[in-house]
């Protein structure tokens, strides 16, 4: 059997730069969480948590269709280390691997992750993060024998000690959409623009595979 991580998909910030919940934003004909959930489940991940905080019962309504398991952090005040804590304590005790995922990466799509995953697979003891304009950060996988720590986690710090940490085994992947996160409208605004010229040039192929072509012309 293939190994598979579940997904730990962070969305419990207050979104205090953004001006309204960015969880709500509109990308793509979708809020963005709900883009986010269905990136996740598209790498085909064991099982699928999301970690709620702020306005979480609004929130939650993205989430009710969907195959995941919603878990509220309250302690979300208190910074994205609690709700990674949260997130990882809400795991089955057979997960082998999480991917911790942000619900601002709109520009992470599954092959991203599925490129995460297979780097996982060749060494399943190790974690494996993603790199981007020399930053090492999520969306990153941590084994099961790194759960104890990452449930100690407080404050706003996240993991990142734990990717900085050169005693750490950590694989690196060049994943230049990581870097993408979302703060403020106008960032959103930058990754629908960034996207739209590749939407274009799937429509101006299906046109042209749609295009009759002509038979017997001189």
């Given at each position: ?8 998909l ?11 919940p960015k969880q ?6 979708e809020?963005l969480?709900?883009r986010?959930v269905?990136v996740?489940?598209a790498?085909t991940?064991a099982?699928?948590?999301?970690v ?6 609004r ?8 195959p995941v398991?919603p878990v509220i ?5 208190s910074?994205l280390?609690?709700?990674l804590?949260a997130?990882?304590?809400?795991l089955p005790?057979?997960?082998p ?8 990466q ?23 993060a993603s790199?981007?304009a ?5 969306p990153?996988i941590f084994p099961?024998r790194y759960f104890?720590e990452l449930?100690?986690l407080r404050?706003d710090q996240?993991?990142r000690?734990?990717?900085r940490d050169?005693?750490?085994?950590v694989?690196?992947m060049e994943?230049a959409?990581?870097v993408?996160d979302i703060?403020?409208p106008?960032?959103l605004?930058?990754?629908t623009?960034s996207?739209a010229?590749a939407r274009?040039?799937r ?10 072509t ?5």
């Amino acid at each position: 059997m293939i190994p598979r991580p579940w997904v730990v998909l962070l969305a419990a910030g207050a979104s205090h730069r953004f001006g309204t919940p960015k969880q709500l934003a509109r990308f793509g004909g979708e809020s963005l969480l709900r883009r986010m959930v269905r990136v996740a489940l598209a790498a085909t991940p064991a099982g699928c948590v999301v970690v709620l905080g702020a306005r979480a019962s609004r929130v939650s309504r993205e989430l009710s269709d969907l195959p995941v398991h919603p878990v509220i952090n309250r302690r979300w005040r208190s910074g994205l280390g609690s709700s990674l804590a949260a997130g990882i304590a809400a795991l089955p005790a057979d997960a082998p691997g999480a991917l911790v995922l942000l619900a601002d990466q709109a520009a992470i799509g599954p092959a991203e992750l599925e490129l995460l995953c297979a780097a996982w697979r060749a060494a399943p003891r190790s974690i494996v993060a993603s790199r981007s304009a020399r930053i090492v950060g999520p969306p990153a996988i941590f084994p099961r024998r790194y759960f104890a720590e990452l449930r100690r986690l407080r404050g706003d710090q996240g993991a990142r000690d734990m990717l900085r940490d050169r005693a750490q085994p950590v694989i690196a992947m060049e994943i230049a959409a990581a870097v993408s996160d979302i703060d403020r409208p106008r960032d959103l605004d930058k990754v629908t623009r960034s996207r739209a010229p590749a939407r274009m040039q799937r429509s101006a192929r299906s046109s042209r595979a749609r295009r009759p072509t002509r038979s017997g012309a001189t």
